[in-house]
């Protein structure tokens, strides 16, 4: 325990300029040293005793001023609008991209145009778009550690997060539709060229987003139970968004007659994303970060700031078993048009009815798994879902092969299957990273919430990269017939069961007890 000759030492400077100035690193060194944990909760102490022995009154913050403002429902939810807006914008990205780049025959067959070169043009291995998404998922990956330490040591009067979400909001939703807009109406290299210079800006505009966007979670929740409460909700806007995305076939149908299929497809993504932009725009306007947030700015480099986060060990686990998830689950994503209209036969529309029928469905378990997680803990839920998914991923290989059940109950029995692991996955592993950033910060005395969340990110998309490449080039495998999409299906969920294998080394305890002051 530091000693009152200490506690002296310490407060001097403060006495002497009256007012709390950041204690320095060797005394917040000290503190770490002396069981106070991370330089947030040293500051406190400081603040505390400080006045103590200057004979003022406590319990004010360290600021003077009064505590920092618990986020009400309203405003949880006003957050969450921004979740909405970016996830329409990614669902759109993700579920319609190489639908639209790389057509099957009905697709052709209805007006759609051929833009960019087909087949395994790339060293006789890869796809034009494989290798367009799977390098802009790599670029994307490398510049989150970059968005995050530069969001963590931000100095901004607005805050450290919020400054990010206002800049990046147009050039999200604009890159998304131009995307799209090829500008040559026919097979050519030029529209290859232009696609690759959007997808980049894409992807640099929604790490721009969502890397400062996720780091609020941590830091606008005060306790786990809050952070668990930010996550089921912003989970909720996410599904949400990524379901609206799903409708576009339903919109674009009704406009084809009038616009034809290509302009009909653009003016859907256009209409979609300027009603992303303006959900975007709901946090920057209602949430003032200052009156929720208390940290500091992080003083780190961005490799330094990287390189001390990956050496969690507990992070390195979640996050590995994190990327085949993410593998898997974006060759389930990208395939399920195709899995809808080539191996079920049935029509695009088809698509937007499994996917908001399991969007809707997973929304019934979102109470549940917020009740019962507390119960039964993080880690069995996600391991729970790992295997329920494993099986609707090896399933969705035998579809249209199945003779016994028509082919609309095949797609509804896939909808039922994975609607409670899709709620599971939607909801906690945010706050499996937030449970992480606060134990590091409380052993480590560093504030690295964005670093946390640009860390996971980072990884993901190399395994997001990896999944485009294999599934675009698989897909062409017994072309007309389905096979590569059979193919697809069940190395899904191989890498979803091997997510689920790594998982099982997490020590979830471990975090536990080091945030509840425990270890």
């Known amino acids: 325990m530091i000693s009152p000759g200490e506690w002296k030492k310490f407060c001097e400077p403060w006495k002497a300029d009256n007012h709390l100035c950041e204690v320095s690193i060797p005394n917040r060194e000290i503190a770490a040293g002396r069981g106070y944990g991370s330089h947030q909760t040293w500051n406190r102490l400081f603040w505390k005793k400080c006045k103590n022995l200057d004979g003022i009154k ?15 429902t309203v405003k949880i939810w006003q957050f969450a609008a921004g979740q909405f807006g970016w996830a329409l914008l990614s669902g759109i990205i993700s579920n319609w991209l190489v639908y639209f780049y ?3 025959e009905t697709a052709i067959s209805q007006g759609q145009t051929v833009f960019i070169p087909q087949g395994l043009v790339i060293f006789g291995v890869f796809t034009i778009i494989g290798g367009i998404t799977a390098f ?9 550690p970059m968005i995050a330490s530069w969001s963590d040591r931000c100095t901004s009067k607005n805050g450290r997060r919020i400054p990010f979400l206002k800049g990046a909001s147009l050039p999200l939703a604009l890159s998304t539709v131009l995307v799209f807009w090829s500008p040559v109406n026919e097979n050519s290299w030029i529209n290859a060229a232009f696609l690759f210079g959007m997808i980049l800006a894409y992807y640099l ?17 005060h306790t786990q139970q809050e952070r668990l409460n930010i996550s089921t909700i912003i989970s909720f806007t996410f599904i949400a968004g990524t379901a609206v995305a799903y409708l576009a076939p339903a919109i674009w149908g009704t406009l084809i007659p009038s616009f034809g299929r290509v302009n009909a497809i653009r003016i859907t993504f256009t209409a979609m994303a300027a009603a992303a932009f303006v959900c975007m725009l709901v946090p920057v306007f209602c949430i003032r970060e200052k009156d929720y947030v208390d940290t500091v700015p992080s003083k780190d480099s961005a490799f330094r700031s990287l390189t001390a986060t ?28 195709f899995f809808v209209t080539s191996l079920l036969k049935l029509p695009e529309t088809m698509t937007t009815l499994y996917f908001v029928g399991m ?13 019962l997680t507390p119960k039964l803990g993080k880690k069995k839920m996600i391991l729970f879902a790992f295997a329920v998914f494993s099986l609707a991923y090896f399933y969705t290989g035998f579809m249209g092969n199945i003779p016994f059940i028509p082919e609309t109950v095949q797609g509804l029995i896939l909808t039922v299957v994975a609607a409670l692991p899709m709620a599971i996955f939607g909801i906690l592993p945010q706050a499996v990273v937030a449970d992480i950033a606060q134990s590091d910060a409380v052993t480590s005395g560093s504030s690295r919430e964005g670093m946390f969340y640009a860390a996971r990110t980072f990884a993901f998309k190399l395994g997001q990269s990896l999944s485009m490449l294999i599934f675009t080039a698989v897909s062409t495998i017994g072309a007309g017939t389905g096979t590569g999409y059979r193919i697809a ?7 979803c069961g091997a997510g ?15 945030i509840n002051g425990k270890a």
């Open 359 to 371: 969007t809707a469905l997973s929304l019934v378990f979102y109470v549940p798994v917020n009740k």
């Open 205 to 221: 505009s929604i790490t721009a987003y969502c890397t400062p966007y996720n780091a609020l979670i941590p830091e606008l929740g």
């Open 500 to 514: 689920g294998l790594i998982l099982m080394f997490y020590d979830e305890k471990k975090i536990n007890c080091v």
């Open 136 to 144: 802009g998922r790599i670029f994307d990956a490398f510049t989150d």
């Open 310 to 337: 990956f050496r969690n060990g507990e992070f390195r686990k979640f996050v590995g078993s994190d990327i085949f998830y993410w593998i898997a689950l974006t060759m389930f994503q990208t395939g399920l048009p």
């Open 489 to 495: 299906a069940f190395g899904a969920a191989v890498f």
């Open 58 to 72: 406590t319990g004010e913050d360290k600021t003077g001023g009064s505590k920092m403002k618990k986020l009400t």
């Open 102 to 104: 790389q057509p099957d």
